[in-house]
């Protein structure tokens, strides 16, 4: 096998120097998707730089109401947190929803945020794939794509994120927190994944080296009414065909007065619905009017032969989250 | 219905009939819900399967193959220098390099013999390292260059290469005719004349294909992941020009086939040569990615249904005609078309198979071949042809239960369809069942029910067992019988111990291995029967033997033992089928399109059940594997690159936990039947009827959930949505 370096790092600081040091390192945590693409032979890391022992596994409540959620808390822990379950309902839900018993209890919230597409031509290394390898072409765009994306695809890549928790997050105005050589910064998570464009080889804007160190919630959705509902090929473990989170709240004289709204499984990043979400704030979120705003979002839709059938699929979802919480 | 009411009465049932069928009291070992022999060697990991720990010496090496990268064409070269400069590699095997082996009867296990690729994912190459991950990253410095040809792998009805090939799967002729069906068509008042389609599907046991070779001068030793160890056995003496006491083959645990292990797979060949050519030990178990092109699959099938009936439900043509694909290399047929000639009394039938060549994989057995996919499209058919003559569907069915075969014409050994239907009928409450379809909403939810019913033939082989007296009191049975998780092992000492006259735990049973006396493999659902009657007769014999002993058993026990070929060989007059029928209720979320399954139930008439606990657990995973069939499960051929799109567990579906009904809501039940034409236990096969009606059930229940006929599985959310705008 390749062999590669091992660094267990003790601490954040040490973990970013060592990644510096060594070109080719990739950050481990729970592994459940690096260790495979590994496997597979799509990610070739020359050192593998373990920060899954970091002190980054804590959710702590700050002082204004905000909720820090640490980078290698586990997926399972942070669903059934408390604080989480209460306030953030959607977040709980998009967990659950996602991965197996058993990968939830080792994943952690920095890596799902970093899991890559499941797209097949990226993860078969003997067919073209820009992603895996800029510049071969994309095998998916006419073969198989029923699961690709419908929004924000380039000619040059039609792959989906895959996770759950990153769309939740996005509903919820969450920040991604990041340690690099270039010191602290902060990204909102919505401007944390990339479009595909004609760069589809970077998921992220994650700049080298760069650590996830911490996911931020605001005060400011905590505790409005949340959900996530997912549509899938089985009842558990399979990536969302599509799915929505959506957090609503409205005023006393019944117009909306925040509103939160995100598509998985439609596109290479979290898709947050701005158009919809501007369509709905300060009316009456009635049925007519919800229909019209997901309409004015999704009519950007650019389905593929094979997947138009996400874009009512992601209609009749975000209509039905909508109206459910517009009835709470 | 459906609602909560007929839920509790379904379950309240469920308890009656489950007090009925367990003997409170088993005086005998069979008919009793005895626990699996190696139950608690299987949770505990005592039980080691073909690769695993205990047969891995210190010298072991291991081996990866390499896979095709094009659909068809030729190898023009390997080269080998970076993999053999690689730390760790001990050989790279090339079809330039590989030993050269003897003629196999199938064309797949001439692996590494020749230059062709004859489908994309066919070896090219094997690396033997080592180390398990020196093995890997040898395999995949190997760089293999090609002469591609254009290759074709989609199956179309109108495809210019298909045929009418001689004979499908199982031997029976791929054309049968009675009367006119045509004619008869035409003049019928009421028609269903509907194309059904099945993608691909894959066995996806869950131990993959993987085997450990070793050689001992001449001797080869292999534990193999196999449903008969008697076939490797046999292949790997032919291949390598051993005699057959040169070869031994074990296969003691075996993680699942369902069909995919019933023959050598080019594992075992691979894991042989490696080992011959490096001289150490080798284990090869196939990386998951592989077995999608390697180890078969189910073959796509297009039907084409046409069933003619008078107004009252007579039915008076019956045409079947399926069209799917084999590879280039070997023809295998599924034999969709054939449940059609048994199912139901019509004058006139015609059944035909029409196969397409294409640059696929070898298409093979997969659990009911030929039934599952044909009663599905025959099944779903019945239930068009109950609406369109406003009739219900178990009626129209026992209206065209038929006195003898319509096939062959013999008189049925038994057959009890009739009985399922109306038990099944009972138990799932289908009385109050409102016919009409789309009529049962709860908020965004459409609930409907549907039947279907099923049938598995009778299949028999010669087999040989023994039986020892022992001097402590037990007695040893050995024969070369699979347990590929069926239960077997338990069934076979639960017969021993009966024509014994003896408890269940003084027998001591040895399978799965070439050094016990032969017998065939697992499958066809004829393993029980076939291994059983050979266990019957020898414990039968030693019985007599030991009533006429005198005096102290001999210092190595008192043995008999027993060949059934002579009896296995008579065809009785009769024609010898299990039946069963099977309900479902579904639900159809229409925000989503996405069908989940409430309630699943199947009645059977199978013969005597000889272990109810083992029994219950093949019917409901067969049912369980009917549901995926139905709903989650299907591989996608690639048109351009000519593979199957699905490589890993996370894309390839089979049900979770959270898709199938907890008990009561799933459940298995049988009618009580005396058959004296089976075998001495009695029995017919029980490992691959579940699955029969599953779907079509399934998708029945849709049809009257929503009111639209789906024709093409699965019913994933892609496909049901769309049509619920």
Redesign the interface.
């Given at each position: 096998m390749k062999p590669y370096a091992y660094v267990r790092a003790r601490s954040v600081e040490e973990a970013t120097a060592a990644h510096a040091a060594r070109p080719g390192a990739r950050y481990l945590a729970g592994g459940t998707n690096l260790v495979d693409l590994m496997k597979h032979g799509v990610e070739t890391p020359e050192t593998l730089v373990d920060v899954s022992r970091l002190p980054l596994d804590g959710i702590e409540e700050l002082p204004d109401g905000a909720l820090r959620i640490g980078a290698t808390v586990r997926n399972s822990d942070l669903a059934a947190h408390p604080l989480v379950r209460d306030r953030h309902p959607v977040l709980s839900q998009a967990l659950l929803a996602g991965a197996s018993g058993q990968l939830r209890n080792i994943a952690t919230t920095g890596g799902n945020l970093l899991q890559r597409t499941r797209c097949p031509y990226f993860q078969d290394t003997a067919k073209p794939c820009n992603k895996r390898e800029p510049g071969t072409g994309c095998g998916a765009r006419d073969g198989i794509h029923r699961d690709h994306a419908v929004l924000g695809h380039s000619p040059h890549c039609i792959a989906t994120n895959p996770s759950d928790m990153a769309v939740a997050l996005a509903a919820l105005d969450a920040t991604v927190h990041l340690y690099g050589p270039g010191g602290e910064r902060t990204v909102p998570v919505t401007d944390f994944h990339r479009l595909p464009g004609d760069h589809p080889e970077r998921d992220t804007v994650l700049e080298p080296g760069e650590l996830i160190t911490a996911v931020m919630l605001p005060a400011r959705t905590a505790g409005l009414p949340s959900a996530y509902r997912k549509a899938r090929d089985r009842a558990s473990y399979a990536f969302a065909l599509a799915s929505v989170a959506a957090v609503l709240d409205v005023d006393d004289a019944g117009a909306v007065r925040h509103v939160g709204l995100a598509f998985g499984g439609l596109a290479h990043r979290p898709w947050r619905a701005r158009l919809a979400e501007t369509a709905l704030l300060g009316a009456p979120p009635t049925e007519h009017a919800i229909a019209h705003a997901v309409d004015a979002e999704l009519g950007l839709a650019q389905p593929l032969r094979d997947n138009a059938f996400k874009v009512p699929l992601a209609r009749n979802l975000a209509c039905r989250v909508l109206s459910e919480l517009a009835r709470r | 219905m459906p609602g909560t009411a007929t839920s509790a009465a379904s379950r309240t049932a469920t308890s009656a009939a489950t007090r009925t069928r367990v003997p409170a009291a088993p005086a005998r070992a069979l008919g009793a819900a005895a626990e699996r022999l190696e139950g608690l060697d299987k949770v505990t990991g005592a039980a080691r399967y073909a690769t695993e720990l205990a047969h891995t010496p210190p010298d072991c090496a291991y081996a990866w193959p390499v896979?095709a990268?094009v659909a068809s064409g030729r190898v023009t070269a390997v080269d080998t220098a970076a993999a053999l400069a690689l730390p760790g590699t001990l050989a790279v095997l090339t079809p330039d390099t590989a030993p050269r082996l003897g003629e196999p009867d199938d064309p797949n296990l001439a692996v590494l013999q020749h230059h062709t690729v004859p489908h994309r994912g066919w070896y090219v190459a094997l690396a033997v390292a080592e180390?398990l991950?020196?093995a890997?990253?040898a395999a995949?410095a190997v760089h293999v260059t090609y002469a591609a040809e254009p290759h074709d792998v989609t199956l179309t009805p109108d495809h210019p290469g298909a045929y009418e090939p001689q004979e499908a799967n199982g031997g029976h002729p791929a054309r049968r005719e009675r009367g006119d069906a045509a004619a008869a068509f035409a003049a019928a008042p009421v028609h269903v004349d509907a194309t059904y389609r099945i993608p691909p599907l894959h066995n996806h046991p869950m131990e993959p294909h993987a085997a450990y070779a070793r050689w001992d001068g001449d001797h080869l030793t292999v534990y193999d992941s196999s449903q008969g160890a008697g076939p490797v056995h046999a292949v790997l003496a032919r291949l390598f020009g051993l005699r057959r006491d040169q070869v031994t083959v074990v296969s003691q645990h075996v993680g699942g086939g369902f069909g995919s292990k019933g023959t050598p797979r080019p594992h075992v060949v691979l894991a042989a040569m490696a080992a011959r050519h490096t001289g150490r030990p080798v284990k090869l178990a196939l990386p998951r990615?592989h077995l999608a092109a390697v180890v078969g699959h189910r073959a796509p099938t297009l039907h084409r249904v046409r069933l003619g009936a008078e107004r009252d439900g007579t039915l008076t043509s019956v045409s079947h005609e399926v069209t799917t694909h084999t590879s280039r290399i070997r023809e295998f047929v599924e034999q969709a078309a054939v449940p059609a000639r048994v199912m139901y009394a019509s004058p006139h039938s015609l059944t035909t198979h029409r196969a397409v060549p294409l640059d696929v994989p070898t298409p093979s057995w997969m659990r009911a071949p030929g039934e599952a996919p044909g009663m599905y499209a025959l099944e779903s058919a019945m239930d068009e042809l109950a609406g369109a003559l406003g009739l219900d569907p178990v009626e129209l069915r026992v209206r065209n239960d038929p006195a003898t075969d319509p096939d062959s014409g013999l008189p049925f050994s038994s057959r009890h369809l009739v009985e399922c239907l109306r038990e099944g009928a009972r138990l799932f409450g289908w009385a109050d069942r409102d016919p009409r379809p789309a009529v049962r909403r709860e908020g965004?939810l459409l609930t409907g029910t549907g039947v279907a019913a099923a049938t598995y033939p009778v299949l028999l082989s010669p087999s040989t067992a023994t039986v020892t007296a022992l001097h402590d009191g037990g007695y040893a049975v050995a024969v070369n019988a699979t347990d590929i998780g069926t239960g077997a092992r338990t069934v076979l000492a639960q017969i021993a111990a009966d024509a014994l006259g003896v408890a269940l735990d003084s027998v001591r049973i040895d399978i799965g291995s070439t050094r016990l006396p032969r017998a065939p493999l697992a499958g066809g659902s004829s393993g029980t029967a076939s291994w059983g009657w050979a266990v019957h007769a020898a414990c039968t014999r030693l019985t007599e033997r030991l009533a006429r002993h005198a005096g102290p058993l001999p210092v190595e026990g008192l043995t008999a033992s027993a060949d059934t070929t002579e009896e296995a060989g008579r065809t009785p007059p009769f024609a010898r089928h299990a039946f069963g029928a099977h309900f479902a209720e579904v639900q159809v979320d229409?925000?989503?399109?996405?069908v989940?399954v409430r309630r699943l139930l199947g009645v059977y008439a199978a013969g005597r059940i000889l272990n109810p606990r083992t029994a219950r657990s093949q019917f409901i995973g067969g049912m369980t594997m009917g549901l995926g069939m139905a709903?989650?499960e299907h591989s996608?051929m690639?048109?351009?690159?000519g593979d199957f799109?699905?490589?890993d567990l996370?894309?390839y579906?089979v049900?979770?936990?959270?898709?199938v009904p907890s008990a009561p809501d799933i459940d298995a039940y049988w009618v009580e039947e005396e058959d004296p034409h089976l075998n001495p236990m009695g029995s017919k096969g029980i490992g691959e009827i579940g699955i029969v009606g599953t779907p079509a059930a399934i998708g029945n229940a849709v049809h009257h959930a929503t009111g639209i006929r789906f024709r093409e599985l699965?019913l994933?959310?892609?496909r049901v949505?769309?049509a619920l705008?």
């Open positions: - | 896979p990268t180390t991950p020196d890997r990253a995949a990615g965004t229409t925000v989503t399109g996405e989940r709903l989650t996608t690639d048109p351009a690159f799109a699905e490589h996370a894309s579906h049900p979770s936990h959270a898709d699965p994933t959310p892609d949505l769309p705008a």
